[in-house]
């Protein structure tokens, strides 16, 4: 399984980004895929994920109502649009995937997650 996420850059408070996640090797019929973030510092946390299986989305209560998860099942792809972004939003962010359905409670703990991609870096100025 390879992720090869893509899409950070620097952008000002407000502004909106959209990283993608370009999967291959899943079982996408079965797969979780998810988004977090490590900011100087801190420790690594969830942002969202989305379930194939039944298109289930989450989201951590940070980012609720401004990043929305989506997929692209013919491109293999999954993406995190980030709107109104803060500086606190200023992080590496990962995309994870696992190879088996995660059931609601364990969406957001990244030991459910088997793969990872190597990251990529939003910056965002006050």
């Known amino acids: 399984v390879q992720l090869q996420a893509s899409g950070g850059g620097l952008v000002q408070a407000g502004g909106s980004l959209r990283l993608s996640c370009a999967a291959s090797g899943l079982s996408f019929s079965s797969a979780t895929m998810g988004w977090f973030r490590q900011a100087p510092g801190k420790e690594r946390e969830f942002v969202a994920a989305?379930?194939?299986?039944?298109?289930?989305?989450f989201y951590s209560d940070s980012v609720k109502g401004r990043f929305t998860i989506s997929r692209d099942n013919a491109k293999n792809t999954v993406y995190l649009q980030m709107n109104s972004l803060k500086p606190e939003d200023t992080a590496i962010y990962y995309c994870a995937a696992r190879n088996r359905r995660v059931i609601n409670s364990a969406m957001g703990d990244m030991a459910m997650y088997d793969y990872w991609g190597q990251g990529t870096l939003v910056t965002v100025s006050s």
């Open positions: 989305v379930r194939w299986s039944d298109r289930s989305k």
